[in-house]
């Protein structure tokens, strides 16, 4: 970003606001007076923004679909739940939660193409089922879309289990959900680790 007084490459930021540029202190220093105003302002929306980002999320309406704000009633109830975030879906936008799967309804999708169909707004879980104890699915995101980047320790069925180099040495607490386990490797953390 240029210098806000001689439009050079700036190297330094305003302390305060942490908007202003300048490529010196001599800058800084002619531009304050102009600066004073702007910079308490910026530090008032600096302030705010950062009160909204650590604000817990408000739990949706539960008498509309989060997805595509239906309205629930006796002949379309809400077909599920998340105990932990409060998300809660009628059957068209519903999909496939039981895996969160890229099964989708045409409807849910154009009304709510930036959320992953089947995904609730938790960042380490779905619908009351922690990522960490399901096999690792592209579509485990958080509330976001950004992917889950935490431990795994998938339930595992006589016959179909993981062969021990894909697990850590040692047993250790999973960073999800507390439970002491041998967890998966980092490589396998992901769909693309599993299928290798």
Aim: with cysteine; aromatic share 10%.
């Amino acid at each position: 970003m240029p210098c806000h007084v001689c439009y050079e490459d700036a190297k330094l930021a305003c302390s305060k606001c942490k908007y202003a540029r300048y490529c010196s202190q001599a800058c800084q220093k002619a531009d304050w007076k102009a600066h004073k105003k702007g910079c308490e302002m910026q530090q008032m929306i600096n302030q705010f923004e950062e009160a909204q980002a650590s604000a817990p999320r408000a739990r949706p309406n539960s008498k509309r679909c989060t997805g595509c704000s239906t309205q629930f009633s006796e002949d379309y109830p809400c077909e599920n739940e998340c105990p932990d975030c409060g998300y809660v879906v009628c059957e068209s936008c519903a999909c496939d939660q039981s895996s969160g799967g890229p099964q989708s309804s045409t409807r849910c999708d154009s009304v709510c193409p930036q959320r992953m169909s089947g995904t609730c707004l938790c960042s380490n879980g779905n619908f009351g089922r922690k990522y960490c104890g399901m096999e690792p699915r592209w579509y485990h995101t958080d509330g976001n879309g950004k992917p889950y980047k935490g431990d795994r320790h998938p339930e595992t069925y006589p016959g179909e289990e993981y062969p021990d180099e894909f697990y850590e040495p040692e047993s250790r607490a999973c960073n999800n959900c507390g439970e002491v386990t041998r967890v998966l490797k980092e490589e396998y953390c992901n769909e693309e680790g599993i299928l290798q």
